[in-house]
């Protein structure tokens, strides 16, 4: 799972996007401000969404507060028993596996990429955040509220965050990907385009805007 902040207006407001890049699944987008304590909130949000047992590879850009969030939501208390002064610390857990790509820009320029691990070990395929920043490209050229130069330009964040859901329904239900193609007997054998809804097993087929428009949408109260 790769977490990505991208500005759509200079003035603090951000694109917080979770996308898992190997089933193309956009997770989570939110408009919102920047800073650690939306960072928490955010990510805490997305990351309630998976399985409990499930535990994805981290991917995120160099933005601290992504680190400090996962380090404490994926940790124990150990406590000092010997000697000395009692106290206790934060241990990563064995399954917790987080990498980082940091961007060091000049102006507009990239001058360097820096790619490590924080905890535990990561793929080095999967060591990147290529496919996020290609989808935030995706996201730009579908929600014409968060283009940098554009005179369509959100007047207020209620309205983009309405856009960004709309997309996201599209993006997941609507929208076959290419690189998530499956081979079905019913075709021959041959490959055919899904949808990241239907790679995950939400859907058997791919929506239309008539029905993701008149979906009846209810809450999950639990």
Known sequence: MIFVGDHFKEDGDWIWTS???????????????RGKAVCERIVNTELDKLRRNHMPYFVTDGYRPYLTTLFKRYSYRVYNNGRGRPGSHLEPNSDFNYGVVEKTRLGKTLEKVRRYVAFGDVPEHLLNTSAIERQNLTIRLFNARIR??????????EAVQAGLDLFKGYYNLCLPHSSISIRKKENGGKRVDVTPAMKLGLTDHVWGMTELMSFLYRQNIN
């Open 19 to 33: 996308f898992c890049a190997t089933e193309k699944y956009l997770l989570g987008i939110v408009a919102d401000g």
């Open 148 to 157: 940098r130069r554009t005179v369509t330009f959100g007047k207020s964040r």
